[in-house]
């Protein structure tokens, strides 16, 4: 007995020894061999510290360092530069060439985005078409372009308006009606809006977030993208996590309890409406009726059901619901936050205010706003607002400056040569050469492409691409028609194949929200000092982040008499 029990125990600890010299040895290959072999290691980059290196990380994503990083990296390497993520294995480059971004932008199939970012935004809102790559992102960027028709934006015009006279009474209420200015938080106001908006045009739900609902829906998709998005920080543990999702299941946080709880609830209520309108549909279609949703829900849906489509190639109700919510959260966040940086920079540029205001003015209707139908609404858009020029002089301007989405990351999926616009910089044994103008990566690599680097690069915008210039965009500088994005020169919305499919959607949103709050409101900055930080997105933060994010300004009624 004890001689099987001793020879267990040998078989245990022999086990135990060969499973941690495996380990030992992976570890080894990982963070001495291989990354001798890796191609970037000849690309000069800013020097390493440490084994745990976070200082390349905080000089390329946070804000505050950032632009002057890009410059002194372009400065004293070039536009190709090795930089390291946290870890030893995690060799990258980091790009401020259009040419290369083009090449990884455009070749979807082999750069995609790193499972880690898929995995952590999955937990919340699934896999949608924001995180969906290969064939599974084709049919979801399908069916999103069944969905986000020119229609659809017209008629999403008179909602967006509502929504945003929505913020207009409740401001006027809070501000007596005129009578004082008040310190309001313009952030959270507009989040609430855009909520609002989503919520209505998405899938025809009522929020009612402006109104201080109490919404188990609102709230449940509000706590997450708080909990999960805006206050998380990722510190050692956060980065191992991402490294090895398994470690979440050894420790289990408060944010991890948190976004299971709400996706639970968003499961449940968000599920029962999908189900309830797929049943709708389905009976007007036997009735031989026309459904008349304008929402995205129906629009997916009816697309979905539709008899050109083979029941194979249809999408689950599970994988509709996740790209709704990716709407929701894409919607929500990146317009809200765009127009939450444009208030920012009017009030601190009151000339710039001024001016808009006055355009905006120049086109208001003699009758009140409130009883204008959704034709006139539409009317007034689609003839007089969507023409102004300095108004969409301002939100180019705004989304430039401060991208809503501070820089992005691709993973290559095989080997591959990136093509370069100029011969690349290489550390040949010390000495820095250029030669061939092309940088060979290998499998798994990571490629930083910074947004806001890219927008705000002098040698493309001009001396002055740092500063607040709506007026650039009536002259600008011949070297801008080289940037790879279709949308004016700037990468706020994306690039290439992945280029985002609401951009019009988000700029008309924003066109209707100025010309409302500007033309009624003047907006002053408080004196607090602000903090941008990148949480997925750049949002703007008081002293404390766990209070989440946050954007003060005084807020008075224009008095058009004055």
Known sequence: MNSLLESNMFSFT???ICFCLAVGCLFVYWTVILPRYNPLRTIPGPPLHGIYNVAHMSMVTNPALSPRAHAQFVQEFGRNVHIRGPFPWDDRLLTLDPLAISHVLKNTSIYQKPWQ???MISTMIGTGILFAEGDAHKRFRKLGTAAFTPQHIHV??????QKALNVRRRWLSL??????ERRLDVCDWICRATFDVIGKTGFDYEFNAVDGSEDELYLAYNRMFEVGVTQHSVNLWGALILQFPFLSYIYTDERIRT????RATIERVAGGLLREKKRLIVDSTKENKLFHGKDLLTLMLQSNLSPDIPPAQRHSDEEILNNISTYLFAGTDTTGMGLTWTLLLLAMYPDVQTRLRNELLS???SISLETLSAEDIQSLFDNSIANLQYLDNVIKESLRLIPPIHSTIRCATQVDIIPTSSPMKFNDGGRIIESRKDIKVLKGTAIHIPIEGLNLDKEYWGHDAWNFNPDRWDDLPETVTSLPSPYAGILSFSAGPR???GQKFAIAEMKIVLFILVSHFVFRTTGEKLNKSNVVL???YLSDMSEGAQLPLFVSVYDNKS
Do not use: D, N, Y
């Not at 999403?156 to 308006?161: E, G, H």
């Not at 501000?175 to 004082?180: A, D, I, P, W």
């Not at 976004?259 to 709400?262: F, M, N, T, Y």
């Open 499 to 501: 280029f985002c499919l």
């Open 175 to 180: 501000l007596k009606g005129g009578q004082e």
């Open 14 to 16: 022999t086990l135990a």
């Open 259 to 262: 976004i299971a709880a709400c």
């Open 117 to 119: 970012t898929r995995a």
């Open 538 to 540: 750049t949002k703007p």
């Open 363 to 365: 086109i208001c209707p």
């Open 156 to 161: 999403s015009k008179a909602v967006i308006f």
